[in-house]
């Protein structure tokens, strides 16, 4: 995966973070001519190759896989994740943790990768009846949670922020845990036992935010939730709001409380529930755009007054066209939305293993111009 064939200012040799102005910009408290980047994930492949451009070891992922910060290698796996973020430009750190939470899952072997792709075997449900949900492993939340998330926190460079959030949200775990099919099924069936699960999940995701909310250089809280596909929500959007907003609107307020925004990513089609995410569980930005269903510069001119938007570069566009394309799209986007405010700019959904890191490259080249 060579990205010399094209000049990049990216890996920065001296970037300036400046996490307070990414959020006040966001947040519409400061304009945003020229907007900041902002990113969901970033696959490892892409976080080693900049590690090895960078001249640092890479650590691999079988010597990380505890959370374990007094382990060197996983002190050295942080480290050169910080760095990566940090010589991208960005003004942040995002890192996500699950507490534990269990459920059945298939792998293939993925050739953009070293290792395995994952998914969720939503045929095997964990949770069918009563019996299930009482017989359930439900984690707890400890501080082996967090030792990753502490250890971002506190060796971020100077001026940057820490973003984190629970990995995944809670439709995600109702639906892994449950399985899709059956879960449509009890929606109907037994919506108690639809309404017990959910409620234990957010229970534990909500102490989860309360203990995440205390670390000194969180400045947003930015979970991801995808509660949509292509052309509408995956469950009827009045159970959305009758069992999954709730929560969102609980954290949100957490992290309010704590004096920090709350971001969403959702994949999918929920213009549905976008009042509702705006108005009642007060969303401050919305992250996750694919052009097929509503382009970000549609959706700022629908809704940019109220919220911020984040990101909007789509991923077929960044894996399928060419850079020279990559940088006209990505020039669009910010010429449009940054004079209205409250935008970060990125990719759509985030930076997987099979976009190419020269097409990564070339959004945020295109992006940093501005503010050379």
Same mark, same amino acid.
């Given at each position: 995966?060579?990205?010399?064939r094209?000049?990049?200012?990216?890996?920065?040799?001296?970037?300036?973070?400046?996490?307070?102005?990414?959020?006040?910009?966001?947040?519409?408290?400061?304009p945003?001519?020229?907007?900041?980047?902002?990113?969901?994930?970033?696959?490892?492949?892409?976080?080693?190759?900049?590690?090895?451009?960078?001249?640092?070891?890479w650590?691999d992922?079988?010597?990380?896989?505890?959370?374990?910060?007094?382990?060197?290698?996983?002190?050295?796996?942080l480290?050169?994740?910080?760095e990566?973020?940090?010589?991208?430009?960005?003004d942040?750190?995002?890192?996500?943790?699950?507490?534990?939470?269990?459920?059945?899952?298939?792998?293939?072997?993925?050739?953009?990768?070293?290792?395995?792709?994952?998914?969720?075997?939503?045929?095997?449900?964990?949770?069918?009846?009563?019996?299930?949900?009482?017989?359930?492993?439900w984690?707890?939340?400890?501080?082996?949670?967090?030792?990753?998330i502490?250890?971002?926190?506190?060796?971020?460079?100077?001026?940057?922020?820490?973003?984190?959030?629970?990995?995944?949200?809670v439709?995600e775990?109702?639906?892994?845990?449950?399985?899709?099919?059956?879960?449509?099924?009890?929606?109907?069936?037994?919506?108690?036992?639809?309404k017990?699960?959910?409620?234990?999940?957010?229970?534990?995701m909500?102490?989860?935010?309360?203990?995440?909310?205390q =670390?000194?250089?969180? &400045?947003? $809280?930015w979970?991801?939730? @995808?509660?949509?596909?292509? /052309?509408?929500t995956? !469950?009827?959007?009045e159970?959305?709001r009758?069992?999954?907003?709730?929560?969102?609107?609980?954290?949100?307020?957490?992290?309010?409380?704590?004096?920090?925004?709350y971001?969403?990513h959702?994949?999918g089609?929920?213009?549905?529930?976008?009042?509702?995410?705006?108005?009642?569980v007060k969303?401050?930005?919305k992250?996750s755009?694919?052009d097929?269903?509503?382009?970000?510069?549609?959706?700022?001119?629908? =809704?940019?007054?109220k &919220?911020g $938007?984040l990101?909007g570069? @789509?991923?077929?566009i960044? /894996?399928?066209?060419? !850079?020279?394309?990559?940088?006209?799209h990505t020039?669009?986007?910010?010429?449009?939305c940054?004079?209205?405010?409250?935008?970060?700019?990125?990719?759509?959904?985030?930076?997987?293993?099979?976009?190419?890191?020269?097409?990564?490259f070339?959004m945020?080249d295109?992006?940093?111009?501005?503010?050379?």
């Open positions: 995966m060579s990205v010399m094209e000049k990049f200012c990216v890996p920065l040799k001296n970037p300036s973070p400046d996490g307070q102005r990414m959020i006040d910009i966001i947040m519409g408290r400061q945003g001519d020229v907007p900041p980047l902002v990113e969901y994930i970033i696959d490892d492949v892409h976080i080693k190759a900049i590690t090895s451009m960078l001249g640092r070891q650590v992922a079988s010597d990380r896989d505890t959370f374990v910060t007094d382990k060197p290698s996983r002190r050295e796996y480290d050169n994740f910080i990566a973020w940090y010589r991208l430009g960005y942040f750190v995002r890192i996500e943790r699950n507490v534990g939470f269990v459920f059945s899952t298939e792998a293939s072997h993925d050739k953009t990768k070293s290792d395995d792709r994952g998914w969720v075997d939503y045929e095997h449900p964990s949770i069918e009846t009563t019996d299930d949900f009482e017989k359930y492993p984690p707890k939340v400890t501080d082996e949670s967090f030792v990753d502490e250890y971002v926190n506190n060796h971020l460079p100077d001026g940057m922020g820490l973003i984190a959030s629970h990995a995944a949200g439709y775990h109702l639906s892994w845990i449950m399985g899709y099919e059956n879960l449509c099924i009890q929606l109907y069936e037994n919506p108690e036992l639809v017990m699960t959910v409620d234990r999940i957010g229970q534990i909500e102490e989860f935010y309360q203990r995440l909310v =670390y000194d250089k969180l &400045i947003a $809280v979970p991801g939730d @995808d509660m949509g596909f292509r /052309t509408a995956l !469950i009827r959007p159970q959305l009758e069992y999954i907003l709730p929560w969102h609107k609980r954290f949100a307020q957490i992290a309010h409380d704590a004096g920090v925004p971001f969403l959702s994949c089609n929920i213009l549905a529930i976008m009042d509702a995410l705006i108005d009642d969303i401050d930005a992250h755009f694919e097929a269903i509503i382009p970000i510069t549609d959706f700022q001119a629908k =809704y940019g007054d &919220i $938007v990101g570069v @789509d991923v077929d960044l /894996t399928t066209k060419s !850079i020279e394309d990559i940088r006209k020039r669009k986007i910010i010429d449009t940054a004079p209205k405010g409250k935008f970060a700019i990125g990719s759509g959904n985030s930076i997987p293993s099979y976009v190419p890191l020269e097409h990564f070339a945020l295109e992006a940093l111009k501005d503010g050379k």
